[in-house]
């Protein structure tokens, strides 16, 4: 009974996908650097349609949803209502930071883009292989 339990467990996750995300950016830069990972800092608001194309949309791609968790670490912050670390600026929403586990910002993506696009972005500045 376990074993099926499990089988369909795996298969709903593999179905619905999703980016795996840290609730605090202090727990992500600390898990970066044991996994040899980068992370990635989503600046959002409520009620704004770009970002939440992207969490429900882009983020539940599986293809890309895999290769992301594979390679970097997300979080999430709300520009309203949670703290803001120093140095991650916007002009508008969703606003994407890729830094190391050292906290040094290696690439920006300002707005919402389609799985494709958005994955051959992070190729191209080897952030997902």
Same mark, same amino acid.
């Given at each position: 009974?376990? +074993?099926?339990?499990?089988?369909?467990? &795996?298969?709903?996750?593999?179905?619905?996908?999703?980016?795996?995300?840290?609730?605090?950016?202090?727990?992500?830069?600390?898990?970066?650097?044991?996994? #040899?990972?980068?992370? *990635?800092? *989503?600046?959002?608001?409520?009620?704004? $349609?770009?970002? %939440?194309?992207? +969490?429900?949309?882009?983020?539940?791609?599986?293809?890309?949803?895999?290769?992301?968790?594979?390679?970097?670490?997300?979080?999430?912050?709300?520009? =309203? +209502?949670?703290? *803001? $670390?120093?140095?991650?600026?916007? &002009?508008?929403?969703?606003?994407?930071?890729?830094?190391?586990? #050292?906290?040094? %910002?290696? =690439?920006?993506? #300002?707005?919402? =883009?389609?799985? +494709?696009?958005?994955?051959?972005?992070?190729?191209?500045? #080897?952030?997902?292989?």
């Amino acid at each position: 009974m376990k +074993k099926i339990v499990l089988i369909i467990a &795996f298969l709903i996750t593999s179905v619905f996908a999703d980016i795996n995300w840290v609730e605090d950016i202090d727990d992500a830069y600390e898990i970066a650097a044991k996994e #040899n990972k980068n992370v *990635m800092v *989503m600046l959002s608001r409520k009620g704004c $349609p770009a970002c %939440k194309y992207m +969490k429900n949309v882009v983020f539940k791609d599986k293809n890309f949803s895999k290769k992301f968790n594979r390679d970097l670490i997300a979080v999430h912050i709300d520009i =309203h +209502k949670d703290f *803001m $670390p120093d140095g991650l600026e916007f &002009f508008a929403t969703p606003t994407f930071y890729f830094l190391d586990a #050292n906290e040094k %910002k290696l =690439h920006r993506i #300002n707005g919402a =883009h389609n799985s +494709k696009e958005f994955a051959e972005e992070l190729e191209l500045f #080897n952030l997902l292989k």
